[in-house]
């Protein structure tokens, strides 16, 4: 009961945004309203904002017209995948970095003093500057491709919160725990190992949350700044773009984002439910 | 035979942001030999934890020389010659009481199967056996503080540091707590410096109670209890044991101190 209580909280809030849309759709005009040349209220004709089962429904047709082209949910399913694979990439680069990042500025203070404004700061460079740095970097290491530049791009968003919650953890050990294993005559390494890390992980988890979060938005927008094909951001582009007479296509690849974001989460849950020795204390206190 | 702990002359000052210095410690002098309990009481702030503290090299003395087995402090804690228990039990969370007990035997690379049985031969000591496998969390109070004890059992060392151990426990409790560290201790032989707040448990537990004063912490009598060896709980009911109860409250009062708050009289 109490474990499925979430899942059936979260059902509810997605029937209630559906059941907004449609509401919206049924009583606002459908050329929205305009107030002095400013559009307050969108249209709610159904061209700029579909019926839900419209969405659905043009999931089982085709993309194309033509004949021998796949329905659009599997092309949203192949993008969402090649989207999520990036996203996996970019994350496990982010929890590096910003583990190791971490455990710097725990292990030193004066590179906590001379790192935390940067870590922050990094975060205030949009990823459309970003983008061209990047793949310009890359361009000059042999073998080096476009996914790759998506995935560092994404990672740079995914390290912040780890480094900031592990940064937390692996500092809330208690004096006396401290003093217990330097009372046992062992080094930093161990200390580290036994205590801070074990120690970190109930601010871990919740960083790595966060991680996959901004690892899925940040592989989405780059792959629309890099220009990458195959993921759910181009396709998204393109779709909207392409199709101004067949305006449910563009939510099959918002689907698709919704979708990799869902399973990346259920993924770091998993792996929160593996480290759940260590998280009692957020059990009991 | 090198006593257990020497320390002379130490004093050892701290300094308070913006409040120039606290004096916590002048010229202490106190030998504990090899296997004797020795307590050291005073009203709070007399410096009884920051003794303990720098026999344990968890800090530094201003001045004096200290040392353990007959070596520097350091080198003691480096080669593990004392265990150490606090007030708070200090367990890991995500350890069980197994694996909090193995904790200095694991950091100190002693082989798996001898650890098991060391960590068997400790539960069964401190009366957990059953407990094994359980979390720090799902314990009382009483039971922490007894994985701690055992915890510091666990290298076998020749000295035991012990800061309040008892202080959080109720009065049965740590009256029982008493009884198996008496028993603990005949067993293993050690030395063992014990902070406490109460002047029976000081008595009933020690062959020495060393009376502190505060500001600036010193030692102002110590008090030889002389009641045999193995005590049980007819130690606690006999008029020697009141006598020397007495006499180390006399002892506290007689300080030149401006008040004995924080020592209990039971
Ligand atoms: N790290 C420190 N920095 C500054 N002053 C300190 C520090 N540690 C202890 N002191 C001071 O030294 C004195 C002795 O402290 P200590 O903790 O040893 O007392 P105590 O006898 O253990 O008291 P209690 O019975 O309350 O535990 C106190 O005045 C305290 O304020
Ligand atoms: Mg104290």
């Known amino acids: 009961m109490t474990r499925a209580r979430p899942i059936i909280l979260g059902a509810v809030g997605v029937l209630l945004i559906g059941a907004l849309w449609e509401l919206y759709k049924a009583i606002a005009p459908a050329t929205g309203v305009v107030i002095g040349g400013v559009t307050v209220l969108p249209r709610s004709s159904d061209l700029a904002m579909p019926h839900i089962a419209t969405m659905f429904l043009r999931l089982g047709q085709p993309v194309l017209g033509d004949p021998g082209s796949p329905p659009l949910w599997l092309a949203v399913l192949q993008a969402a995948g090649f989207t999520l694979g990036i996203a996996a990439v970019s994350w496990v680069i982010g929890v590096v970095v910003g583990m190791l990042l971490a455990i710097l500025m725990q292990r030193f203070r004066t590179a906590e003093s001379a790192l935390a404004p940067w870590v922050i700061l990094s975060q205030t460079v949009p990823i459309i500057a970003l983008a061209p740095l990047v793949s310009g970097f890359g361009s000059q290491i042999p073998g080096w491709q476009d996914w790759m530049s998506v995935a560092v791009i994404a990672s740079y968003l995914a390290f912040f919160p780890v480094s900031i919650g592990a940064l937390r953890g692996l500092s809330s050990p208690e004096v006396a725990h401290v003093e217990l294993l330097h009372s046992y005559a062992v080094g930093w390494w161990k200390t580290l190992v036994r205590l801070r890390l074990p120690a970190s992980v109930p601010y871990l988890v919740p960083a790595l949350r966060l991680a996959a979060a901004s690892a899925v938005i940040g592989t989405v927008v780059a792959e629309v700044s890099i220009g990458l094909e195959g993921g759910v951001g181009r396709m998204m582009i393109e779709f909207a773009s392409a199709s101004s007479g067949d305006p449910a296509k563009p939510f099959g690849p918002i689907f698709g984002a919704i979708a990799i974001g869902l399973v ?22 | 035979m090198t006593d257990a702990v020497t320390v002379s002359a130490v004093g ?22 090899p296997g004797e309990f020795v307590s050291l009481i005073g009203p709070s702030g007399c410096g009884k934890s920051t003794l303990l503290r720098l026999i344990a090299d968890l800090d530094q003395p201003s001045t004096g020389t200290l040392s353990v087995f007959g070596k520097t402090a350091r080198q003691a804690r480096t080669d593990q010659d004392y265990g150490i228990a ?26 798996k199967p001898t650890r098991r049985a060391r960590v068997a031969e400790l539960l069964e000591l401190v009366g957990l056996t059953d407990f094994a496998d359980r979390y720090p969390d799902q314990l009382s109070g009483g039971m922490q503080q007894r994985v701690a004890i055992a915890r510091s059992l666990a290298e076998s060392p020749g000295l035991l540091l012990m800061d309040e151990p008892f202080g959080a426990l109720d ?12 028993r603990i201790r005949h067993e293993t032989g050690a030395a063992v410096v014990f902070v406490t707040h109460s002047i029976p448990e000081a008595v009933f537990l020690s062959d020495r109670v060393v009376v502190m004063s505060p500001r600036p912490g010193r030692i102002v009598d110590v008090v030889s209890v002389e009641l045999g060896g193995e005590r ?14 007495s006499a180390v409250r006399e002892a506290l009062h007689g300080a030149p101190a401006k008040g004995v708050r924080g020592v209990e009289n039971r």
């Open chain 2, 232 to 245: 049980g709980d007819e130690v606690r009911e006999a008029s020697a044991f009141f006598a020397r109860v």
């Open chain 2, 86 to 111: 606090f007030q708070q039990a200090g367990l890991l969370a995500w350890r069980t009481v197994a694996e909090n007990v193995e904790l200095p035997l694991q950091l100190h690379r002693v082989a």
């Open chain 2, 171 to 182: 009065e049965m409790t740590r009256e029982r707590m008493q009884n198996e560290l008496v």
């Open chain 1, 264 to 285: 990346s989460a259920g993924i770091v849950a998993l792996l929160g439910l593996f480290l759940r020795r260590y998280r009692r204390s957020e059990a009991t206190s």
């Open chain 2, 12 to 33: 050892k000052t701290f300094a308070v942001a913006n409040r120039g210095t606290v004096v916590a410690l002048e010229d202490i002098n106190l030998v504990v030999a």
